[in-house]
């Protein structure tokens, strides 16, 4: 995605520098060098540059009529510098939060025009054949009975629960708690997983937009390097609904053997996004 010429966004910071931001399809990312700037004003400028951040990205931008090449951070980057320098940590992301963040808050339907030059977009999820035309040309093996019970569930054609389901414990809990802290980052924040479970599950005529999210979550968990990322998602909408179906109906056969189907087919999803 940062092949891209990305448009940089100026916000001026408290301190007076200016903090540049540029947007991608699962979140903003900071100008390494102004936050730096930011943190360690005490250092000169070859000092700063010569601190290593982990994770940092490399964005094209256009500044001053040019093309360049410049390092980028995201708000796990910038969390990760707080080891020294935890009190300043927080306050500039605290600031980010309320200064930037809400310039780019967007609900699902302003995100779709990213996904349009990846090929899962296209998929025509009434159409059997459009799904299987995607993965014929993936290198995994699928099995028709998996591909019609994904069709049916996503299009709602199973009945679905009309709650929320629970964690079953507190390990699912704070799985639960990751997610929807993340899915709050790139779209416009529910007050409570419950809501946005409503809101992307309950509501809509499909499962779509519940499996954008977990699309959007999964790729900022990529970004992070979690390692408990499968975890996370199957605290996610998709997988929590399936869960919710899967305990209160039973004429549709073992619908829980869909979740390894689902969590494959989001990793082919993640990883047209991730190699672009």
């Known amino acids: 995605m940062n092949q891209l ?89 605290q600031w980010v939060r309320k200064n930037i963040l809400p310039y780019f808050k967007k609900d699902l339907d302003d995100v779709a025009y990213y996904y349009s030059r990846y090929n899962f977009f296209q998929i025509d999820y009434n159409q059997r054949e459009s799904l299987i035309a995607y993965l014929r040309n993936q290198e995994k093996k699928w099995q028709d009975k998996y591909i019609d019970l994904y069709l049916q569930f996503i299009n709602k054609r199973i009945p679905l629960s009309t709650r929320c389901p629970h964690p079953s414990d507190f390990s699912d809990k704070l799985l639960r708690d990751e997610y929807y802290k993340l899915g709050n980052t790139v779209i416009e924040p529910s007050k409570s997983y419950e809501e946005l479970y409503e809101r992307l599950v309950l509501i809509p005529g499909n499962l779509l937009k519940a499996q954008e999210l977990d699309l959007l979550v999964l790729n900022l968990l990529k970004k992070m390097k979690c390692e408990n990322s499968t975890e996370v998602i199957k605290q996610g909408l998709f997988l929590q609904t399936l869960h919710s179906v899967a305990i209160n109906i039973t004429s549709f056969g073992n619908i829980k053997e869909l979740t390894p189907f689902y969590l494959e087919l989001i990793e082919c999803f993640s990883n047209e996004m991730v190699k672009d």
């Open 5 to 93: 010429c990305q448009k940089v966004w100026e916000f001026e910071h408290p301190s007076g520098c200016k903090v540049r931001v540029i947007e991608n399809v699962i979140g903003i990312e900071l100008f390494q060098s102004d936050v730096l700037q930011i943190l360690f004003p005490e250092l000169r400028e070859e000092s700063r540059e010569a601190i290593i951040v982990n994770n940092a990205n490399k964005s094209k931008c256009c500044l001053n009529g040019q093309i360049v090449e410049v390092p980028t951070v995201d708000a796990m980057a910038v969390h990760a510098l707080g080891q020294s320098k935890a009190k300043e940590v927080r306050r500039l992301m």
